[in-house]
């Protein structure tokens, strides 16, 4: 019944419509200036209850003095569209183009259209008076006040972007300059209102759901937001359409889980409704934008994907990165496990869990990965003893190096690749030989062992490190064991190296002072001979300590044994001089005499013996 022809019955006056007439609008204009009570007695047909733009469009065209042969061709393609990407009977409206001549225009009817483009600012839904929506079919009674407000609504400016993108829905134009669009198809009427309406509706997903739900696009006023976004995606620069992407796919969405299955459907929806090869640059956009951020595979059952992004895709599973890559399963799985490659989880609906390996990451680690050895194979790689490689595993001198775990390997594991790259790299660094050159292997036996600690790792380190240059006599690649050091660069190395006895504990300044270690004590502790505290409060003698002290005072041993008089002797002679030891006065008297050497000094028959300081070496 709808689709029946109606009839436009030619009323007493006549009247031509302009090139863009709403259609209703102009029944209503053409009932009114006849004084007819109801459009309905200019139609003729049947269901003229349920008129739309298409059938009346169709009857003023065959009614030869209506104007509608000489409209514009948008007019009719307009009229053409399905009725849902219309607003038919309810106003949408332009102030300013009302105010200039007071007739309604079929563009803005189209339930996309936002903005006027001579105008530049957002169309209107509502009365400004009563804020009600406006019917063309009641406009005539109750509402007819209403009418007359229209025109004197507030003009808002609509941004630029918008005003492209109005300019681009109504006539396909694309002003940018870049092509986002191919320029040689131009999108038809439908699938330029289905690409905003699309895109739109993306804008409006709600929290944490995976796709948007069917949007109305009712009043401008309440998604001009959205439409600005929508604008500023396709209109504004180069780079709007991928931060499009990355708004649909991160805002209002909490979790990893629900961002990916917006990205799903995001291409999947918008790779099926735009299959047309002028949509092939957002596409590829699409493409590229999903490739980088979707966390599982691409194969060949995506069919709407091109071969390449199946190439490109950031992501692989589990499976599949085993399967391409073509390493275990256990190996991927240690690589996980010491966070070599980047992975995420997730988890399924029926509780099982997916997982995704981050391909750059596993490109990266993949030549080590395959090329595993023991720890066995790695010292003869570089050429080493076992005993020596036992110094150096675990010391963070290997990037790769995998410790036995129960259920993977029970023994160390090295890369290969590593361990050439490294002894290659030592190879090109050596320089010739010199005159007074030493073989590592037989220096590492005879030189340093038992004089530092861990030697190899020490001269591995040194080596790597630069400290320790090598020498070699030709161009040939040697291992370790074949290389050569310089005597005395090596001689100066290690001597830097071996730790400074400077520091005595009290036991050894005891020692080295000649007496008991209790006395050595007595005079640490009571201040006479100095000393300073390490990190673990551990008393430690300078040699400045010693020097100090026997700069100050004297022991009677000592004196005893310089003077080659007996104590006894000596403790007379100082007491008739009236010299007494540093206790003298104290009740709790030293293990031994000791005197100030100042004082000794005094005394004319054993000042000799102190006035000169022992030579020291320390
Ligand atoms: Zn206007
Ligand atoms: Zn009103």
């Not at 951020?293 to 994907?305: A, G, P, V």
């Amino acid at each position: 019944m709808k689709n029946e022809a109606l009839t436009l019955i030619r009323p007493p006056i006549r009247t031509s419509c302009y090139p863009d007439e709403n259609p209703i609008g102009y029944l209503m204009r053409l009932a009114d200036e006849n004084t007819y009570p109801s459009y309905r007695w200019l139609l003729d047909g049947k269901g003229t209850e349920t008129i739309d733009f298409g059938r009346l469009y169709q009857a003023y065209v065959a009614a030869d003095w209506t104007g509608f042969q000489q409209t514009d061709p948008a007019l009719a393609q307009i009229c053409a569209l399905p009725s849902i990407h219309l607003k038919s009977t309810q106003l949408r409206y332009c102030p300013l183009c009302l105010k200039e001549e007071n007739y309604w225009r079929i563009g803005w009817q189209l339930k996309m259209s936002v903005a006027c483009t001579r105008h530049q600012i957002w169309l209107q839904d509502l009365c400004p008076h009563c804020h009600k929506e406006q019917s063309f079919l009641n406009a005539r009674g109750n509402q007819s006040k209403c009418l007359e407000h229209l025109a004197s609504a507030d003009a808002q400016a609509a941004p630029a972007s918008v005003v492209q993108m109005q300019q681009f829905l109504e006539t396909g134009l694309w002003e940018v300059d870049y092509p986002l669009l191919d320029t040689k198809h131009s999108p038809i009427l439908r699938q330029r209102i289905e690409l905003l309406v699309f895109m739109m509706s993306w804008l409006t997903i709600g929290d944490d759901l995976a796709k948007p739900a069917r949007q109305n696009f009712q009043h401008v006023a309440a998604f001009s937001a959205i439409a600005r976004q929508c604008a500023d995606a396709l209109f504004s620069d180069q780079d709007g359409f991928w931060r499009f992407l990355q708004t649909i796919h991160f805002t209002r969405a909490s979790f990893i889980s629900i961002q990916q299955k917006r990205l799903v459907y995001f291409y999947r929806q918008f790779f099926s409704e735009f299959p047309e090869q002028l949509f092939q640059r957002l596409k590829e956009i699409v493409e590229q934008y999903a490739t980088m951020n979707l966390m599982r595979d691409i194969t060949q059952k995506h069919t709407l994907f091109s071969t390449n992004a199946k190439k490109v895709q950031s992501w692989y599973s589990f499976n599949r990165a085993c399967k391409e890559y073509d390493i275990a399963a256990s190996v991927l799985n240690r690589a996980i496990i010491d966070k070599q490659v980047t992975v995420h989880y997730e988890r399924t609906s029926n509780n099982y869990t997916k997982c995704a390996i981050y391909r750059p990451d596993l490109e990266k680690v993949l030549p080590h990965l395959k090329g595993l050895v023991t720890a066995h194979d790695a010292a003869q790689t570089l050429g080493v003893t076992k005993a020596q490689f036992a110094q150096v595993q675990n010391s963070g001198c290997f990037k790769f190096e995998m410790a036995p775990r129960e259920g993977y390997c029970s023994t160390w594991q090295y890369s290969r690749l590593e361990l050439e790259t490294l002894i290659e790299n030592i190879n090109r660094g050596a320089a010739p030989l010199t005159d007074d050159c030493v073989l590592l292997a037989p220096t590492m036996q005879n030189r340093i062992q038992g004089s530092i600690d861990m030697p190899f790792l020490q001269v591995f380190k040194a080596i790597v490190s630069g400290q320790l240059i090598v020498r070699k006599p030709d161009d040939q690649f040697r291992q370790f064991r074949d290389l050569w050091l310089d005597k005395t660069e090596f001689c100066n190395w290690l001597n830097h190296l071996r730790p400074k006895v400077d520091a005595l504990t009290v036991t050894e300044a005891a020692k080295l002072l000649g007496v008991n270690e209790e006395f050595g004590n007595q005079l640490v502790n009571r201040g006479y001979l100095n000393h300073k505290l390490d990190l673990r409060n551990a008393k430690m003698i300078f040699p400045d300590h010693i020097r100090q002290f026997k700069q100050e005072y004297v022991i009677l041993s000592k004196l005893s044994e310089d003077s080659n008089s007996s104590s006894t002797r000596i403790i007379e002679l100082l007491d008739a001089s009236e010299i007494y030891p540093v206790d003298h006065n104290a009740s709790d008297k030293l293990r031994q005499r000791l005197y100030a050497r100042a004082d000794v000094l005094l005394s004319n028959d054993l000042f000799r013996y102190v006035q000169h300081l022992p030579e020291t070496d320390l």
